[in-house]
Structures are given as C-alpha cells and as structure tokens.
C-alpha cells in the first residue's frame, strides 16, 4: 500500500440514461461503490467518495456497508459536490480540493467495477515522481482509472468547473506515462441497462 496515494471515487453524475443510481448498481450482492471501494482500498490510504446527485440517499445506503466494517470507517470519507451539474470536473475538483496533502490520486469512476483486484496492484506500481499523469491502455486505447501526481493539482483546481481533463492533458509540460496493460476492462463504460448485459 501506498500511504502517499488517496483515492478519488465519482459517484456524483445523474446516471440519465442508466435511470437509476450506477454507485447502487449491484455486482455480486454488493453495489458498485462498495465494489470498487474495496479494491482500490488494496493500493489506497484512503479514498473520497464524492457524491452529487440523490447524495443523501446514496450515501445512507453506502454507509450500510462502510459502518459495519472498522477498515472501510476509517479509511472512507464521504464529500458532496454541490455543483454536480457543472460536470464531471467539478466533482474532480472537489474532491481533490479535500486531499491536497496526497502525493498521488487514484481518480476513478463509479462505473467501472469489473476492473481485477491485480490490475490495481500492478497499476499502483506504475507509480514513478518522473511524471505528472500516468495512465492504462490496452490495445492502443486509452482508459481509466488514472493517477494523478500533486504537481498538477493546482492546475485541476484552477480551472472552470465546465472544464476537462482534455484541457491539462494537452499542456506540454505535463509529463505522461502510458502504460501498456493487458486488462480490457480500462475500457469499460457503463452508462446504459444494455451495457450491463454485455460485461
């Protein structure tokens, strides 16, 4: 485990065109946040689950499952972006607006739970001071999670909320390391009930 590395969980999007939750989408008898929570938690000091839309009731339903457990209460904060609707970003910043002091961010979505409990463990050893964005592909396409280094914090936090990672990406002196993996699953993007049939 990396002490220096928090983790960044996006569970704050209005999952439009799944109509329900996607953070309370169940694999395995458990929800997607409480899947994804768990692995990253492998590799994670801690991890922010930052919540927007529906946050009261997704929150009471998450904490069935972190309150029961000593490691997940200790190790799992739960923050409101109250600007949800401005994006995807916003939600990026307010999280990382919470853990300034972190080294590294592990900045994950809620979507993604099929990624392996290996995948984290090998992704985390990517981890190098050299570069600012490190980032999986597979097959020459690129996916997420991503990690992040604290030289490009403030450069997240300065910018609109309506804004994207695009925007950082492209700067030339942003140092970034692609990593070539062999878990398909970096690509996965679940957005509508059709999609949960094809995992």
Request: charged share 25%; with cysteine.
């Amino acid at each position: 485990m990396n002490s220096k590395l928090i983790g960044l969980l996006i569970a704050a999007g209005l999952s439009s065109r799944m109509g329900k939750p996607k953070s309370l989408l169940l694999q395995d008898d458990l929800p997607f946040a409480i899947v994804i929570l768990k692995k990253m938690l492998l590799v994670c000091d801690k991890v922010v689950i930052v919540l927007g839309h529906s946050a009261n009731r997704i929150k009471k339903e998450l904490q069935v499952f972190t309150s029961n457990s000593d490691e997940l209460k200790t190790r799992v904060k739960f923050v409101t972006n109250e600007l949800f609707e401005n994006g995807m970003f916003s939600s990026l910043k307010c999280g990382l607006s919470e853990e300034m002091n972190a080294e590294w961010v592990l900045y994950h979505f809620v979507d993604q739970p099929g990624v392996s409990e290996k995948f984290y463990q090998e992704f985390s050893a990517q981890i190098d001071n050299n570069y600012d964005w490190i980032q999986p592909t597979f097959g020459n396409k690129k996916g997420h999670p991503l990690l992040f280094h604290s030289s490009i914090f403030n450069s997240i936090l300065e910018l609109p909320d309506d804004s994207s990672l695009k925007e950082i990406s492209k700067k030339n002196n942003v140092k970034k390391k692609l990593w070539d993996c062999t878990h398909k699953e970096i690509l996965q993007d679940i957005d509508y009930p059709s999609d949960l049939k094809q995992r």
